[in-house]
């Protein structure tokens, strides 16, 4: 009979030699540094009552943070409407708290001279035969395209190259050296991106990396709650929706990175995937979410492996160990140490 260890290999290994679709959740972004929704409800929580608004106006928004009291950030904006005017200052508000951060994590990525875990994975990905790998995320940090460059790795996430950025038609872009096509990493960043912007005319483009957000062009991020489903139902949304659908619909694999299994704008062709096809799912993260958990328990997945932090170790769950299994010795929830997992 196989040791724990070995079920985990062999998990981890048939999972990845399929060529995932890879699921960047919000706890990957929290190891690259990037705050999550805890510190931004914390943030948002601190923020001076919004001028310009009459006392009536302003009922909601005082609604929204006594609601924020004492709920997460998600909870509170889906249990309180707030007008349009009011969202968008959530938005803003939470692009000024996370960007800098974002540039923070690009700027140690300048300076690191050692292996990022993400681009390893990413060079790994693509030694197969396959020349194109799918990266869906509802974060809006570049931390995935920070991966692929570092590796000389193309990415595709549904805009032109250069300073101004224009979408792209459903046609997408290849990057050919001599009469080789390069490898590429498409990144579909369904809640948008730090670098998107919606101009005056409405229209959303895309800007260089540490370009000061332009006077009157909004930040393009999509917040949780009521608004959600509005804001993305319009374009580079729906396209870049529509291209996340396809890899889920032709995944082999998916491979899940601080996902914590609560979004349905991915849940959803997750879910179908997984009942449809025996694809392999690993998720690694520093602690499963009930939403994983249930994602697990309702057989959603037949063959899958959820990596988890345990003192001194880390602990498996997996149809082998569907009550978990602690494994002593390498933290494997991590991506730096999973990777030894896969290793030749």
């Known amino acids: 009979m196989p040791t724990p260890l070995e079920v985990l290999t062999k998990r981890a290994q048939d999972c990845i030699s399929a060529t995932p679709v890879t699921i960047l959740g919000s706890g990957a972004s929290i190891a690259a540094g990037i705050p999550g929704m805890g510190k931004l409800r914390e943030h948002i929580l601190r923020?001076?009552?919004?001028?310009?608004?009459?006392?009536?106006?302003?009922?909601?928004?005082?609604?929204?943070?006594?609601?924020?009291?004492?709920?997460?950030?998600?909870?509170?904006l889906q249990e309180i409407n707030l007008p349009e005017a009011l969202d968008d200052l959530v938005i803003e508000a939470t692009w000024q708290y996370l960007q800098p951060f974002d540039i923070e994590a690009f700027d140690q990525l300048l300076t690191s001279t050692s292996q990022y875990p993400l681009t390893e994975l990413f060079q790994t990905l693509l030694r197969s035969t396959n020349?194109?790998?799918?990266?869906?995320?509802?974060?809006?940090?570049?931390?995935?395209?920070?991966a692929a460059e570092k590796g000389r790795l193309y990415h595709e996430t549904g805009?032109?190259?250069g300073h101004l950025r224009h979408r792209l038609s459903e046609f997408?872009?290849?990057?050919?050296?001599?009469d080789t096509i390069q490898d590429r990493v498409n990144i579909w960043k369904v809640h948008g991106s730090f670098d998107w912007f919606r101009d005056e005319q409405g229209i959303i483009q895309?800007?260089?990396?540490?370009?000061?957000?332009?006077?009157?062009?909004k930040p393009a991020i999509v917040t949780p709650g009521l608004r959600k489903y509005q804001r993305t139902y319009d374009e580079p949304f729906v396209s870049i929706k529509a291209a996340s659908d396809r890899a889920f619909s032709n995944a082999t694999a998916f491979f899940c990175s601080g996902f914590g299994?609560?979004?349905n704008h991915i849940q959803t062709k997750l879910k179908e995937r997984c009942r449809s096809k025996r694809v392999p799912l690993v998720l690694?993260?520093?602690?499963?979410?009930?939403?994983?958990?249930?994602?697990?328990?309702?057989?959603?997945?037949?063959e899958y492996l959820a990596i988890e932090y345990a003192s001194g170790g880390c602990k498996i769950f997996c149809p082998e160990y569907q009550?978990?299994?602690?494994?002593?010795?390498?933290?494997?929830w991590q991506l730096e140490n999973f990777l030894k997992l896969i290793k030749p």
Do not use: M
Request: overall charge negative; some cysteine; glycine content about 4%.
């Open 47 to 76: 923020l001076s009552t919004p001028a310009g608004f009459t006392t009536d106006e302003l009922k909601p928004w005082y609604e929204f943070q006594e609601k924020l009291k004492h709920t997460d950030l998600e909870s509170a």
């Open 131 to 146: 020349r194109e790998i799918d990266v869906v995320t509802p974060n809006y940090d570049r931390i995935a395209e920070y």
């Open 159 to 161: 805009f032109t190259y």
């Open 261 to 263: 299994f609560n979004d």
């Open 172 to 178: 997408r872009q290849s990057v050919r050296i001599g």
């Open 323 to 332: 009550d978990g299994e602690i494994i002593t010795g390498e933290e494997y």
């Open 206 to 217: 895309a800007l260089p990396i540490t370009h000061p957000k332009p006077t009157n062009w």
């Open 284 to 302: 690694i993260t520093r602690e499963i979410t009930p939403s994983a958990k249930a994602f697990f328990d309702d057989d959603f997945c037949k």
